[in-house]
């Protein structure tokens, strides 16, 4: 490998690292364990501002079909004919061309600031970018390397103004869509009245209210969560891959999203999703070919047919990361170090080979094999207790599962709490989660005996109880859902968490086999990788046991 100047620095500094590690340390990979972490919350943050974007023309237009569809069926002025010429109601030319306007007038007055939005959604996905990096340079070299990037603002501008175009575009498809299914309806309509069908008209219309309301929820909650996502996946890529050629990275290891939505996971919602990306995990690449991959850094073949031919980011909504594969480099630094050293006559001291002595003790699980071992109770978990789940991923109930466990436990607590913080359109879209939520609840109750914990602290859905006086005989009872993990270590950790405050105590409970909690996959929080439950609404649970130990107070309960 060549040294140039764009990534010379970045060679000398992990040539002085190198230089200081002992012989032992050289042989260990410095950045195992270390992943580059997706951004999801500004992933989300983004999808929640494109929704409320479109929502300024979805709901007026909602309304204004509402109060008169009834009125256009009753005046238009019938003729077979019609059917083969565009004539429609005079009142939906106009609101037609109001919305066309008004998608103009909005795009026109306020473009700068849709503009400086994206903008700084994109600002954001670089400075978590940075941080990731950061990680890596810091185990690799020993100082966060950071370098002045011109081509980041670049980037950033192409980015945003490639989305606003495509917003804009989807809000001019919206109006396409409105202005066909209307129109159609108002036809369809007319003919039942002509035919002196009176009910037929009545399910026609209701028909055509739920066409709309498909119409408003497909555009304003599908189509922006699919650019939020894809969107983000493909600037949180391209960032990785500039940043890497900055220090002279031109390989890199194929990490997944590492859970049941990652494309062609046999035990995920997915698994016969073509291209893959669960075969891709770990696999070294090439930044100049997303053609090929190694198993070894040296050989190199050709990507299968089941195989994506991009780099990670680039293909629709992946949520999928690279790390750096840094062999070849470390290699070139290491001869280079070992030849300066013979020039200078010096001669590197090996350590004396002790003689190996069988472990007495266990090794320690690393935290790698830790999550890889309770990657595969869980998937022996649903394999055997709920084949059923499976294929959930797609659904309206799976969706609100999915919500829930990301950023919509919140917002859900929130609103059992105290609903008057809330309009009613907020209302009724978490009322409608919490049934799916009851749902998903009622259908997947527990399939085993297991063993529980969660870290709680004093807030309004505990039935106003002082946490740490309860005495065995005690009910508690909790207004919302809650969700529990089987990790004790876990859930200690939100006992002791700032945010329990002096109220943070530790809930064990035996989930009994057909009580109503069940699992909603591995938990994202804290990446720990546990098996993670929710419970009913208004679970109560029955004090068996207190103990201390050490600072955390614990109960042991029962489900009641």
Excluded at 93 to 121: P, W
Excluded at 205 to 210: C, I, L
């Amino acid at each position: 490998m060549a040294i140039n100047t764009d990534y010379k620095l970045f060679f000398e500094l992990l040539k002085m690292k190198r230089k200081e590690m002992k012989p032992y340390m050289k042989k260990r990979n410095s950045i195992q364990g270390i992943n580059w972490l997706y951004p999801k919350a500004i992933e989300f943050n983004y999808y929640k501002k494109l929704r409320l974007l479109l929502k300024q023309f979805i709901i007026p237009t909602t309304e204004f079909i509402k109060e008169n569809y009834e009125k256009w069926v009753i005046e238009y002025n019938f003729d077979a004919d019609d059917f083969k010429k565009d004539i429609y109601p005079d009142d939906l030319k106009i609101h037609i061309s109001d919305l066309e306007s008004k998608l103009e007038e909005i795009y026109k007055k306020n473009g700068s600031q849709i503009r400086t939005l994206i903008t700084d959604i994109g600002f954001d996905v670089s400075d978590y970018n940075q941080t990731q990096w950061k990680k890596f340079t810091k185990a690799l070299i020993g100082i966060e390397f950071v370098v002045t990037e011109a081509w980041e603002l670049k980037a950033i501008e192409v980015w945003a103004e490639n989305n606003f175009v495509l917003i804009k575009s989807l809000t001019q498809e919206y109006i396409k869509k409105v202005n066909l299914l209307v129109s159609d309806a108002v036809m369809t309509g007319k003919t039942s009245q002509y035919l002196m069908q009176q009910p037929l008209f009545e399910k026609i219309k209701k028909n055509v209210f739920m066409d709309l309301k498909k119409l408003d929820k497909n555009m304003a909650e599908y189509r922006t969560r699919l650019i939020a996502r894809d969107q983000i996946g493909k600037l949180q890529g391209q960032f990785i891959e500039h940043r890497m050629a900055e220090a002279g990275i031109d390989m890199y290891i194929w990490i997944t999203a590492g859970d049941e939505r990652v494309r062609g996971n046999p035990s995920g919602h997915y698994k016969n999703a073509i291209p893959s990306h669960y075969v891709m995990a770990n696999k070294i690449c090439r930044w100049d070919d997303a053609t090929v991959y190694s198993d070894d850094g040296i050989t190199w073949k050709k990507r299968t047919g089941k195989m994506p031919k991009e780099h990670p980011g680039q293909p629709i909504r992946c949520r999928c990361s690279a790390i750096p594969y840094m062999d070849d480099i470390i290699k070139e630094v290491d001869k280079i170090i070992e030849k300066e050293k013979q020039q200078l006559g010096i001669e590197e001291v090996k350590p004396k080979v002790k003689p190996k002595v069988k472990p007495k003790v266990k090794p320690k699980e690393t935290k790698k094999e830790k999550q890889q071992r309770i990657q595969k109770e869980y998937e022996k978990l649903m394999d055997s207790k709920y084949k059923d789940m499976k294929n959930i991923g797609n659904t309206a109930m799976g969706e609100a599962v999915d919500d829930y466990t990301r950023m919509g436990y919140a917002r859900t607590k929130g609103y059992i709490q105290r609903p008057e913080n809330f309009t009613v359109k907020q209302g009724k879209e978490i009322k409608k989660d919490i049934v799916l939520l009851d749902k998903f609840i009622n259908k997947y109750p527990m399939r085993t005996n297991t063993q529980m914990y969660r870290g709680i602290s004093k807030d309004n859905n505990w039935d106003k109880l002082d946490l740490k006086k309860l005495v065995a005989g005690d009910i508690m009872q909790y207004k919302g859902f809650q969700s529990f993990s089987t990790s004790f270590e876990t859930a200690k950790g939100f006992a002791k968490s700032p945010f329990a405050g002096k109220n943070g105590v530790l809930l064990s409970v035996v989930a009994k086999k057909g009580q109503k909690m069940a699992p909603v996959g591995l938990a994202r929080i804290g990446g720990s990788g546990e098996t993670e439950f929710i419970a009913a609404r208004n679970s109560k649970y029955k004090i068996i046991e207190k103990q201390k130990k050490g600072n955390i107070i614990i109960y042991t309960a029962e489900m009641l």
